[in-house]
């Protein structure tokens, strides 16, 4: 099971912090000041967005105009935004993307956006994680799945396969059939869902 509690303290406290009151001398000196710093919470514009530029969105970053970062998680060729949705009540949710780099690919995106409506068409189920839809920003261009947050598990840095992994050991029988079986249940609601449906890099 997930470390929801970990995960729930991560989004109160990256909000707690986003809407923290100024104290009262902060606030009357900086009404005596001309602010030099950017705001922390920043919307890009499609002028200024991610495949316009060399970085990435960052924390306090906003996403659509509704999806603020609070952290951000980096692959080979994806990006994961790891963001609340302030139009579904600051719910916890998870922004799937290429790199920057890769955005201008038209087959590339095209793939992705295959792959990100068959998720879609998949649903709810306890083993394979829900993907809500598929988000089109700016010129078309930047694309998104916007999927659920998940938990870590417990005593785990993070929600991936790898945080279960130690080095030159194999993962204990136990814990591997665990994770077969949940594959092949999330694999049978799959292909019930999709008949003829072939997963290519399942984890």
């Known amino acids: 099971m997930g470390d929801w509690n970990a995960d729930v303290r991560k989004v109160a406290d990256f909000l707690a912090e986003r809407d923290r009151p100024m104290n009262r001398q902060q606030t009357?000196?900086?009404?005596?000041?001309?602010?030099?710093?950017?705001p922390s919470l920043t919307v890009r514009s499609s002028s200024t967005a991610p495949e316009m530029m060399a970085d990435l969105y960052a924390p306090g970053d906003l996403i659509a105009n509704r999806y603020q970062v609070v952290s951000t998680?980096?692959?080979?060729?994806?990006v994961v935004y790891l963001c609340v949705?302030?139009?579904?009540?600051?719910r916890?949710?998870?922004?799937k993307t290429f790199k920057p780099k890769y955005l201008p690919h038209r087959a590339a995106r095209d793939?992705?956006?295959?792959?990100?409506a068959t998720w879609v068409k998949l649903g709810r189920h306890p083993h394979i994680v829900r993907?809500?839809?598929?988000?089109?920003?700016?010129d078309g261009r930047q694309v998104y799945l916007v999927l659920e947050w998940v938990a870590q598990a417990e005593a785990k840095p993070n929600a991936s396969l790898r945080a279960w992994l130690v080095?030159?050991?194999p993962l204990p029988i136990e814990q591997a059939l665990v994770f077969a079986l949940?594959?092949?249940?999330g694999m049978k609601h799959a292909t019930a869902q999709i008949p003829g449906l072939v997963h290519r890099d399942l984890k």
Not at 85 to 90: I, N, P
Not at 92 to 95: D, E, R, T
Not at 182 to 185: G, T, Y
């Open 73 to 78: 998680l980096v692959g080979g060729m994806g």
């Open 182 to 185: 949940h594959i092949a249940r």
């Open 167 to 169: 080095p030159g050991q």
């Open 92 to 95: 916890p949710v998870a922004l």
């Open 28 to 38: 009357n000196r900086e009404q005596n000041e001309q602010p030099e710093a950017a």
């Open 131 to 138: 993907a809500y839809r598929v988000e089109h920003i700016g």
């Open 111 to 116: 793939r992705f956006l295959h792959e990100g």
């Open 85 to 90: 949705d302030q139009a579904e009540g600051e």
